[in-house]
Each structure stands twice: as C-alpha cells, then as structure tokens.
C-alpha cells in the first residue's frame, strides 16, 4: 500500500513548481526523499533553490497541503533542509 502512495505523492509533487523556474520541484531536485509509514503518514524532506528562496514561507505549506488533500494520506509532513 504504501508503495502506491508513496508514487500518488510523487505525483501530487509534480503539480507543486518553483515559481522562479518553470519546473517542478520534484523533477528540479528540490525533493530529497518521500517515505509513506504504515500509518499513511507522508513524510517530504526537500530544500528550496536558494536560501532567500521568496517562496521559502508558502512553498511547505502549499506541498503539505498538496499532499494531505491525498486519498489515503492521513497526515503529511514537510521537512526543509
């Protein structure tokens, strides 16, 4: 199960894009690792293009809520490094 979760987040990571390149931030790189416990629980560990990256502030919370809106996913959360 958490197989095919883990690629529906992927998948939901693709439609989230760097609005400073016309690219997703999954197919950027920016995406580091997604893992999908046995609670359904989404965990994204990413980084931002730069570190004044100006979306620093909404682009977690727009992935985070990407995510949750997931059928199956119970929680989600988003970690920048």
Do not use: H, W
Not at 2 to 20: C, G, H
Not at 46 to 64: F, N, W
Request: hydrophobic content about 40%; charged content about 20%.
């Amino acid at each position: 199960m958490s197989s095919t979760l883990k690629n529906q987040v992927i998948e939901a990571l693709r439609t989230v894009f760097d609005p400073e390149i016309p690219v997703n931030i999954y197919d950027l790189g920016l995406v580091y690792e997604v893992t999908v416990d046995e609670d359904a629980c989404a965990s994204i560990l990413m980084t931002l293009t730069s570190p004044m990256c100006p979306v620093a502030e909404s682009l977690p919370p727009e992935v985070e809520i990407k995510v949750k809106q997931l059928e199956g996913i119970s929680s989600a959360n988003v970690e920048i490094t």
